[in-house]
């Protein structure tokens, strides 16, 4: 086990190359990484937030809001598929638990109930995401489960984590995380974003872009006394275009996720606007929809806030169409942004949100450094003390295996926390227990007679189901807490797991090689660590 074989050393010193020439540019200042080829590796270690300062920010997507607009759609779609069908009903309304209608005609109950059923689906768990109801007086209850509710909300989770990173990376962002914390909330560290305030004005905004046309036979006045007709609302609008609100059709004819591309530009006059696309149904709607209704006004609303109301002089075919308004550049430019990356599901409230500042995050830095330092120069230290010449190759060993977990890091672009930093140290100690298992049991094989290059193999061979036992279930517990965990508990998990596989590595094969070449070279009679 001992010899020196040709893959060994090759191994050894592909390892040793890697290490250095990937933990480098960590160590190398910037302008001088900046003048190297272009084939050499430049990846840096990402900082995590308690490292390079930035924002916090904890959210927690309103599931009230989400189920209250599932409710109002559930609305209209029962007003639409039963005036379809010219089914006649009064008293339709949304109630805290669902939807009731009442159907004049008894006559027509068991058509109403087949036509309100058909609009519910099925769940991935199988269920019905609605259940229909036959109350009293030839009403119709309509209510959506709880196990739909919480698919509804665990979606919409799902959904915002992936807009939400959309919309940092377009902010400039490097290595933002961006976790779920429980059901419902979304936690998200931004290093280097020290603007809390500009992160959620954001990722906080829903961007949820309609077209509904204007219903002119109403006027706000009359809307603000309660006298909107069914299928109508009254929405409020921008100060500059009307401060008394425009009432616009419930039916959303266009929506915002039917958007393929949206741009800031300028109008004809040199004002800043936003430039639409849309895909193949959108604008198949859009234009039915200018098409049929030249001369009406089509509000433009964002998130519940009618930005513009412009008359259709005519059919607007190809897909595309410009928002004008009182745009600034910053605010064409952030709203185009948004709508790019999608709508939220739902609002997001934000439940905490903290700074780190860039100060403290260079003392988090030293104090990490400083911690480092003095735990590799007290593990040097015993190592040496107690095993002598073969300690000092089991410090060889814990430098190659340093540089390797920086350059592994380094490569794979991991984010470096202070709990990272504890798990570099730990992972160090753990090394050395590998070494000293070896070494203890090199020392029973000697005492027990054997000759010293025995001793040392039967050492390495012995020790080496241990070694591999202890290693395995560490690096369980690492991918037990990098699934489970969240922000900085991730960074000491990943850190822990990297570290257990190059430990096993330089602490059996480079020690091997090491101690190796010492016994071709020097023929030693007995060991040193007797």
Known sequence: ML????WKLALVGLALMFGIVFTAPNLLPQSVTDHLPGWVPQARLNLGLDLQGGSYLLLEVDTAELKKEKLTNLTEDVRRVLAQKAIAFTDLASTADGVSVRVTDPAQVNAAYKEVAALGALTSAGTRDLVVVNGPNQTLNLSIPDQALSALANSAVDQSIEIIRKRIDQLGTREPSITRNGATRIVIEAPGESDPEKLKNVIGK????????????VTPEEAA??????????LPADEAYDRNGVVVRRRVDVSGDMLTDARPGFDQNGRPD?????NGVGANRFAMVTQNNVGKRFAIVLDGRVISAPTIQGAILGGQCEITGNFTQDAANDLANLLRSGALPAKLIVQEQRTVGAELGADSIRAG???LVIGAIAIFV????????FGLFAAVALVINGFLIVGLMSLTQATLTLPGIAGLILTLAVAVDANVLTYERMREEARS?????IAADAGFRRAFVTIFDANVTTLIAAVIMFSFGTGTVKGFAWTLGFGVLTSVFTAVLVTQVLIGWWFETFKPKSLPIL
């Open 274 to 278: 936003i430039n639409l696309r849309f």
């Open 449 to 453: 007679g054997r000759t010293a290059m």
């Open 3 to 6: 010899r020196l074989h040709a």
């Open 382 to 389: 015993f190592i040496i003390l107690a095993y002598g010449l």
């Open 206 to 217: 829903t961007a949820k872009l309609t077209f509904q046309m204007v219903d002119d036979a």
């Open 225 to 234: 006394q309660g006298r909107v007709p069914p299928g109508s609302q009254l």
């Open 369 to 371: 450094e400083t911690s």
